[in-house]
């Protein structure tokens, strides 16, 4: 089976930085994706990491380390819209095709 | 990118009945995969739709409860049969994006209620 962990919730301040974590514990693993999804909206992509290291793209970057099952998503000034739910999801390679299962998802509050 | 539509966007529905979710994508995909997002919760995977071929279903989901189709490459159809209450959830489609990508597009989603 398949264990994803990230915190429930998180807060924090406009213009700071917020790291939200995702550990996950998966046989076949072969990427590990964030989502970004707006209350009452569908997800949108963020990133796919699936080698070791960290990958930046703009204010948002992702880090992986597979030999710990790890994964950070950070946010860099933060913008009162980056409230939002962000779901860690791993991906294997199962009878030929990708399957991708989600965390639970972090919401993140960002105040003023 | 692919861009998915899903039809309807929300239902509100009596106990026993069923509902038929459609999913029309602009492009040609092979697999197309239907989640489940109940109130407040994250996503769980129905099951994989492969055109041509049987609905591969996950761990508690079954064809009876959840029939699928996938007449061709940019469309797929979700029943959700026999509704009870804790049926209420968004379902979504979603797409691979294909051409060596391997992210993963949504539908907007359909918010179903059952009373």
């Known amino acids: 089976g398949q264990n994803i962990d990230q915190p429930t919730e998180m807060t924090a301040t406009e213009g700071a930085i917020v790291q939200i974590n995702c550990t996950y514990q998966t046989s076949g693993f072969n990427g590990l994706f964030w989502y970004q999804q707006h209350a009452g909206e569908a997800p949108t992509f963020l990133s796919y990491n699936v080698l070791d290291g960290l990958e930046e793209k703009g204010r948002f970057s992702s880090f992986l380390s597979r030999s710990k099952g790890y994964s950070y998503l950070l946010l860099k000034e933060l913008q009162m819209k980056d409230s939002a739910s962000y779901l860690c999801?791993?991906?294997?390679?199962?009878?030929?095709?990708?399957?991708?299962?989600f965390g639970t998802g972090t919401k993140l509050q960002v105040i003023p | 990118s692919a861009v998915i539509s899903q039809k309807p966007s929300r239902d509100i529905c009596q106990r026993g009945t069923s509902l038929t979710i459609q999913c029309q994508v602009d492009s040609q995909v092979t697999m197309m995969f239907w989640y489940r997002q109940q109130p407040g919760q994250s996503l769980t995977l129905i099951a994989t739709a492969n055109q041509g071929s049987e609905a591969t279903y996950e761990s508690g989901f079954v064809i009876d409860k959840f029939p699928i189709s996938r007449p061709n490459l940019t469309f797929s159809t979700l029943t959700v049969s026999n509704m009870s209450p804790e049926d209420s959830s968004i379902y979504l489609c979603?797409?691979?994006?294909?051409?060596?990508?391997?992210?993963?597009?949504f539908g907007p989603g359909t918010r179903l209620t059952v009373l």
């Open positions: 979603s797409v691979e994006a294909g051409t060596g990508s391997d992210e993963q597009f």
């Open positions: 999801a791993v991906s294997l390679y199962s009878g030929g095709y990708q399957k991708v299962t």
